[in-house]
Nanobody, 128 residues
């Protein structure tokens, strides 16, 4: 069983940067997929960015490509969401997710229903 804990959310001014952390326990990251999703009030959950742990392939939503990256630290079993050039429309609760087996196909990285484990979320608010 994998436990995920997000941290690092807060209030930031538009144009600024913020880094979220997702610490995993119970398993190593080998052969896992890990991703970030977000949900704004009144809207559906949407994909942000994900990584295939073994191989390093990264998937990005069009809305964040070029602004967000997903660094990782194998030794710490931690994945990050580095958010740059933040916009007010980035305001949402951000969730970390993980899947415990290897899959191929974009669907298994960009769709929330393909993940097995979820954190509780951390609030990010971007002011104008």
């Amino acid at each position: 069983q994998v436990q995920l804990v997000e941290s690092g959310g807060g209030l930031v001014q538009a144009g600024g940067s913020l880094r979220l952390s997702c610490a995993a326990s119970g398993r190593t990251f080998n052969n896992y997929a890990m991703g970030w999703f977000r949900q704004a009030p009144g809207k559906e959950r949407e994909f942000v960015v994900a990584i295939r742990w073994n191989g390093g392939r990264t998937y990005y939503a069009d809305s964040v490509k070029g602004r967000f990256i997903i660094p990782r630290d194998n030794a710490k079993n931690t994945v990050y969401l580095q958010m740059n050039s933040l916009k007010p429309e980035d305001t949402a609760v951000y969730y970390c997710a993980a899947r415990g087996n290897y899959r191929t196909g974009t669907y298994y990285y960009t769709e929330g229903t393909a993940y097995d484990y979820w954190g509780q979320g951390t609030q990010v608010t971007v002011s104008s």
